[in-house]
T-cell receptor, first 111, second 112 residues
Framework: NAGVTQTPKFQVLKTGQSMTLQCAQDMNHEYMSWYRQDPGMGLRLIHY???????DQGEVPNGYNVSRSTTEDFPLRLLSAAPSQTSVYFC??????????FGPGTRLTVT | GENVEQHPSTLSVQEGDSAVIKCTYSDSASNYFPWYKQELGKRPQLIID?????GEKKDQRIAVTLNKTAKHFSLHITETQPEDSAVYFC???????????FGKGTRLSVIA
């Protein structure tokens, strides 16, 4: 099993550009989520999904869109990048109420 | 919604001493409490978890205790070693389709 994979590992964007962070898991987990991690701020939930076709907002959803067309994939779209979105982004998956497995992260810089 | 507070934000201990990190939660319906360790530049990884029907759980040098009445839970690391140096996160959720809510983390430094 590859577990949770994320691409790209690093990305530099200019303000106003859009892009999609990819996340995939091969553990048949219903639950997937996206977090951003900033120094001293811990892991803040952006969006999550409890199954294909179902998504919901987390603590910091503004500026991000998600969709869940399959169990395996949960992409995160930045609509118009801003310097405040410079962060490390982690995708995670789990069975509901069980250990959450994290991907390796994407380090995003917006200039 | 759930709110998780974690203390202290930084902790330094001498090698061989014990370290304790404490968390409080607000939602009495929460019943799953994991702890994650994140080494520098790496992803968070689960080190131990506890459910609300258990008061204490141990795994070698690591233990977690839960006080449901007071709504707090703690991580205890005994005989600390330099490789225990990392950021530790507590979290809480219900067993259903609700997301994990994380504390802000504790940076533990073990001084040799």
């Amino acid at each position: 099993n590859a577990g949770v994979t994320q691409t790209p590992k690093f990305q530099v964007l200019k303000t106003g550009q859009s892009m999609t962070l990819q996340c995939a898991q091969d553990m048949n987990h219903e639950y997937m989520s996206w977090y951003r991690q900033d120094p001293g701020m811990g892991l803040r939930l952006i969006h999550y999904s409890v199954g294909a076709g179902i998504t919901d907002q987390g603590e910091v959803p503004n500026g991000y869109n998600v969709s869940r067309s399959t169990t395996e994939d949960f992409p995160l779209r930045l609509l118009s990048a801003a310097p405040s979105q410079t962060s490390v982004y982690f995708c995670a998956s789990s069975r509901p109420g069980y250990e959450q497995y994290f991907g390796p992260g994407t380090r995003l810089t917006v200039t | 919604g759930e709110n998780v507070e974690q203390h202290p934000s930084t902790l330094s201990v001498q090698e061989g001493d014990s370290a304790v990190i404490k968390c409080t939660y607000s939602d009495s319906a929460s019943n799953y409490f994991p702890w994650y360790k994140q080494e520098l530049g790496k992803r968070p990884q689960l080190i131990i978890d506890i459910r609300s029907n258990v008061g204490e759980k141990k795994d070698q040098r690591i233990a977690v205790t839960l006080n449901k009445t007071a709504k707090h839970f703690s991580l205890h690391i005994t005989e600390t070693q330099p490789e225990d140096s990392a950021v530790y996160f507590c979290a809480a959720s219900t067993s259903g389709n609700t997301p994990l809510v994380f504390g802000k983390g504790t940076r533990l430094s073990v001084i040799a």
